[in-house]
T-cell receptor, first 113, second 112 residues
Framework: AQTVTQSQPEMSVQEAETVTLSCTYD???????LFWYKQPPSRQMILVIR??????QNATENRFSVNFQKAAKSFSLKISDSQLGDAAMYFC??????????FGDGTTLTVKP | ETGVTQTPRHLVMGMTNKKSLKCEQH?????MYWYKQSAKKPLELMFV???????ENNSVPSRFSPECPNSSHLFLHLHTLQPEDSALYLC???????????FGPGTRLTVT
């Protein structure tokens, strides 16, 4: 069974600074997909970024980028130029080729003005 | 807005009540999910429906009964719940593999 580990229950960052949230996973599959979701205090969870395991290039979406290390089974999220609106809980998720999703425990990010 | 709606947003019910949660998506997705999110716990997948057929039931107690009448609607029928069932119940949908899930805003359930 796949497992997803987010070792940082809480993180904080100063506004305009950069922060990296860590995520590791365990799988025996070669094809899979990885996601970072954001759940702000309003509670609607939204997708931040996704990465296909077969792609070597790290995904980037504006201020959000990932560092995908397939051999190390690591998938960290970097948020650049942090904004107050980035404050939320962030979930790392693994989706197998068969469609089964596994979520990490989440990291609560606080952005300090 | 993600295109997935859930009603009600908040629900308080006694242990002997019967209530239902509703989820609706207008995204043309073919898979729908129920998750339970408790404080300080990871998301727990409860049920998965693909093309209206239940494809996964993660050992959920029978006091939770899902229903998927069509690809756009998903219900969670609740009866004789326990206080430990108090949580945020999230619905999600996806267009299929390998696409990401679109989540609803959730229903905050409190069982008294």
């Amino acid at each position: 069974a796949q497992t997803v580990t987010q070792s940082q229950p809480e993180m904080s960052v100063q506004e305009a600074e950069t922060v990296t949230l860590s995520c590791t996973y365990d799988t025996s599959e070669s094809d899979y997909y990885l996601f970072w979701y954001k759940q702000p205090p309003s509670r609607q969870m939204i997708l931040v970024i996704r990465q296909e395991a077969y792609k070597q290039q790290n995904a980037t979406e504006n201020r959000f980028s990932v560092n995908f290390q397939k051999a190390a089974k690591s998938f960290s999220l970097k948020i650049s130029d942090s904004q107050l609106g980035d404050a939320a809980m962030y979930f790392c998720a693994y989706r197998s080729d068969a469609g089964k999703s596994t979520f990490g425990d989440g990291t609560t990010l606080t952005v300090k003005p | 807005e993600t295109g997935v709606t859930q009603t009600p947003r908040h629900l308080v019910m006694g242990m002997t009540n019967k209530k239902s949660l509703k989820c609706e998506q207008h995204l043309g997705h073919n898979a729908m999910y129920w998750y339970k999110q408790s404080a300080k716990k990871p998301l727990e997948l409860m049920f998965v429906y693909n093309f209206k057929e239940q494809t996964e039931n993660n050992s959920v107690p029978s006091r939770f009964s899902p229903e998927c009448p069509n690809s756009s609607h998903l219900f969670l029928h609740l009866h004789t719940l326990q206080p430990e069932d108090s949580a945020l119940y999230l619905c999600a949908s996806t267009a299929g593999d390998p696409y990401e899930q679109y989540f609803g805003p959730g229903t905050r359930l409190t069982v008294t």
